[in-house]
């Protein structure tokens, strides 16, 4: 009885062998010139790639080796993305073979079939991978702005905790956070805390309340993204705003010569706030001893008003150029400008280009005396050429002329000795005998 063995699973997780695969770069071609291979069978049809497509081709089997090699969280999603770029490069390639001819030589009699390679255009490139590029430049961009969730949940945890224990203590009832607050109770809290912010705390319940802020400002960001976008833009972005550069400075190469050695474009950068040194001070820092309980209570609205604070810091700090240094800096530029101006090389410069200036001109003129003079011995030429023509001519018709009286000539000749001959036959006399006339 034969036994009965189960069907094997399917390599699934890697990538064809052949087709569709990068070669390493070959001595002989070109640098950053790479081959591709397009059929199953190794070097049946390959194309040579122009540097720019086959790096952008290469991170591409980078990128699906990485997902293949996730096994179990691989995403199929992605994989079908990168095969379909995939197929779509070799078929460009296999429609490119059609239209250039191979660098292979020719077959030789009896074979039907030769390894065929190709050269692609040094613009040859496929647009669908160059945007599937570009949009996952952009993806890294999305989810690094999204908050990571555990550290929120164990900030908020301890928060709610400390708060609930010190409460407890003092008699106060405090309600707890949740892990994802609403705008509803941000704004409460944004406004309560502005009656409370008259009192002056402690240094620790300051910094603490900074850190929390800190912690839960991202993810306060993220839940209210959709109805208002503008602030989740304008954080991660504005604390590196910078001034715009001043006007700059003209006659960059007389700086020396006019006093301007100093660099005078400079950037003015934007201080950071006061809230970001305390929460990177706070972040590296150990907790200290919980405070009292009054003060403890007070930490929720002080944490949401200084987290309404900290984003109008972060939109309205942005820092100009001053308009009195810009002005120095025009004013510099205005009386440099004269000095050059009122100095004896701006004589000399003018007086070189007005001396070149003539002579371009008077080898203009020279230029256009010679074509003239051309013109006129093309003129004279041809007004001879027409003479002789017409000489030639009139020496054609007059040698016909003579060649036509000539043959009358002689055919009249040719008549009256047949004339002579006859009569003479017919009165019976002998016809003499002519001497041989030498015309020589």
């Known amino acids: 009885m034969s036994k009965h063995y189960p069907p094997q699973s399917l390599d699934y997780l890697r990538s064809s062998p052949v087709r569709g695969q990068l070669e390493p770069h070959?001595?002989?071609?070109?640098?950053?010139?790479?081959?591709?291979?397009?059929?199953?069978?190794?070097?049946?049809l390959k194309v040579l790639l122009p540097p720019a497509t086959a790096s952008m081709y290469e991170q591409l089997l980078k990128f699906e080796n990485y997902e293949l090699s996730k096994k179990?969280?691989?995403?199929?999603?992605?994989?079908?993305?990168?095969?379909?770029?995939?197929?779509?490069?070799?078929r460009k390639c296999q429609k490119l073979s059609k239209a250039i001819p191979p660098t292979t030589r020719n077959l030789p009699r009896g074979e039907t079939f030769?390894?065929?390679?190709?050269?692609?255009?040094?613009?040859?490139?496929?647009?669908?991978?160059?945007?599937?590029?570009?949009?996952?430049?952009?993806?890294?961009?999305?989810?690094?702005?999204?908050?990571?969730?555990?550290?929120?949940?164990?900030?908020?945890?301890?928060g709610s905790a400390y708060c609930s224990s010190h409460c407890a203590a003092a008699g106060f009832s405090c309600p707890h956070h949740s892990q994802h607050p609403s705008p509803h109770q941000i704004h409460r809290s944004a406004t309560t805390s502005g009656a409370l912010g008259k009192q002056r705390s402690s240094p620790l319940v300051k910094s603490m309340a900074t850190h929390q802020s800190r912690l839960i400002q991202p993810e306060r960001i993220a839940s209210s993204s959709d109805n208002k976008p503008l602030v989740a833009s304008l954080t991660p972005a504005t604390a590196l705003i910078g001034s715009p550069p001043p006007l700059p400075v003209l006659l960059l190469g007389h700086r020396e010569e006019y006093g301007l050695e100093l660099p005078l474009i400079q950037m003015v950068e934007s201080p950071p706030s006061e809230p970001l040194n305390s929460w990177t001070q706070e972040q590296d820092s150990p907790p200290n001893p919980a405070p009292?309980?009054?003060?403890?209570?007070?930490?929720?609205?002080?944490?949401?008003?200084?987290?309404?604070?900290?984003?109008?810091?972060?939109?309205?700090?942005?820092?100009?150029?001053?308009?009195?240094?810009?002005?120095?800096?025009?004013?510099?530029?205005?009386?440099?400008?004269?000095?050059?101006?009122?100095?004896?090389?701006?004589?000399?410069?003018?007086?070189?280009?007005?001396?070149?200036?003539?002579?371009?001109?008077?080898?203009?003129?020279?230029v256009k005396e010679g074509l003239e003079h051309l013109r006129s011995e093309t003129d004279h030429l041809q007004r001879i050429d027409e003479s002789i023509r017409r000489q030639r001519e009139a020496l054609d018709a007059t040698f016909q002329e003579l060649e036509q009286k000539h043959t009358q000539f002689e055919e009249k000749v040719q008549e009256a000795l047949m004339e002579a001959d006859y009569v003479l036959n017919a009165s019976?006399?002998?016809?003499?005998?002519?001497?041989?006339?030498?015309?020589?």
């Open 114 to 158: 030769a390894f065929q390679t190709f050269i692609a255009p040094s613009d040859f490139r496929v647009k669908e991978m160059e945007k599937w590029f570009r949009e996952q430049q952009k993806r890294p961009v999305t989810l690094s702005r999204r908050p990571s969730a555990p550290v929120y949940s164990t900030t908020a945890a301890l």
């Open 428 to 440: 019976g006399v002998r016809k003499p005998e002519l001497p041989v006339i030498n015309e020589a």
């Open 292 to 366: 009292e309980s009054s003060s403890t209570c007070q930490l929720r609205h002080r944490r949401s008003c200084i987290k309404r604070a900290s984003i109008g810091d972060l939109v309205k700090t942005v820092s100009w150029a001053d308009n009195q240094e810009l002005d120095q800096q025009v004013s510099k530029y205005a009386s440099a400008a004269r000095s050059a101006q009122a100095s004896g090389k701006w004589g000399e410069v003018r007086t070189l280009y007005l001396e070149q200036i003539t002579s371009l001109e008077n080898l203009h003129i020279q």
């Open 26 to 44: 070959d001595p002989k071609t070109t640098r950053g010139w790479r081959y591709i291979q397009t059929t199953d069978t190794l070097n049946e």
């Open 72 to 90: 179990s969280a691989v995403s199929w999603e992605r994989i079908l993305e990168i095969r379909h770029l995939k197929d779509r490069m070799i």
